[in-house]
């Protein structure tokens, strides 16, 4: 007859999901100049989101307006985030606003966006997670042996001279 084992599980640690949400988000950024005050800029933003809801696509309107040329040949896109990716003005927006929906003109460290969140997702980083530890840990190992190595060198390498005060 086999054997009947009941196991009760009172902890766990390490080795389960890290789920981390993650955005995928486009953005138009307009920056307020010498020719177009902040007003102007709000105004333009509310403009093209009302564009947007019209009918007009959000890919074509940020190739043409937004002056984020990093993501602008994109159509605004900026890919899946993380937290801690953007700056916090700009997660917040993220965060609050439901799929598909254009933000309100908001103002970040680089100027005024309307955003939309066009997808979001929940991601199991454990692997990425557990590797980067990992490598972390690696890192200061090997870190702790060339500082060990490199003062010893320093200390061979030394020459003190220690003279007695001359008496008079």
Same mark, same amino acid.
């Given at each position: 007859? &086999?054997?009947? $084992?009941?196991? @009760?599980?009172?902890?766990?640690?390490?080795?389960?999901?890290?789920?981390?949400?993650?955005? #995928?988000?486009? $953005?138009?950024?307009? %920056?307020? *100049?010498?020719? /177009?005050?902040?007003?102007?800029?709000?105004?333009?933003?509310?403009?093209? /989101?009302?564009?947007?809801?019209?009918?007009?696509?959000?890919?074509?309107?940020? @190739?043409? #307006?937004?002056?984020?040329?990093?993501?602008?040949?994109?159509?605004?896109?900026?890919?899946?985030?993380?937290?801690?990716?953007?700056?916090?003005?700009?997660?917040?927006?993220?965060?609050?606003? =439901?799929?598909?929906?254009?933000?309100?003109?908001?103002?970040?460290?680089?100027?005024? $966006?309307?955003?939309?969140?066009? =997808? /979001?997702?929940?991601? !199991?980083?454990? !692997?990425?997670?557990?590797?980067? *530890?990992?490598?972390?840990?690696?890192?200061?190992? %090997?870190?702790?042996? =060339?500082?060990?190595?490199?003062?010893?060198?320093? /200390? !061979?390498?030394? #020459?003190?001279?220690? @003279?007695? &005060? @001359? %008496?008079?």
């Amino acid at each position: 007859m &086999p054997a009947i $084992h009941l196991i @009760k599980l009172y902890e766990r640690r390490g080795g389960g999901e890290q789920l981390i949400e993650q955005h #995928f988000a486009r $953005h138009i950024l307009i %920056k307020p *100049n010498e020719i /177009r005050d902040e007003e102007t800029t709000i105004s333009q933003l509310n403009e093209l /989101r009302d564009r947007v809801a019209g009918g007009e696509d959000f890919a074509l309107l940020a @190739k043409e #307006f937004s002056e984020d040329l990093g993501s602008a040949l994109n159509g605004g896109e900026l890919g899946w985030s993380t937290p801690g990716m953007f700056v916090p003005a700009f997660e917040q927006t993220m965060n609050s606003i =439901e799929l598909e929906e254009i933000s309100a003109p908001f103002l970040s460290q680089f100027g005024w $966006h309307i955003l939309q969140v066009t =997808e /979001r997702r929940n991601q !199991d980083f454990s !692997d990425k997670i557990m590797r980067n *530890n990992a490598e972390n840990l690696l890192r200061q190992r %090997k870190y702790e042996e =060339e500082l060990q190595v490199w003062l010893q060198e320093i /200390r !061979d390498e030394a #020459f003190v001279e220690i @003279k007695e &005060p @001359k %008496k008079s």
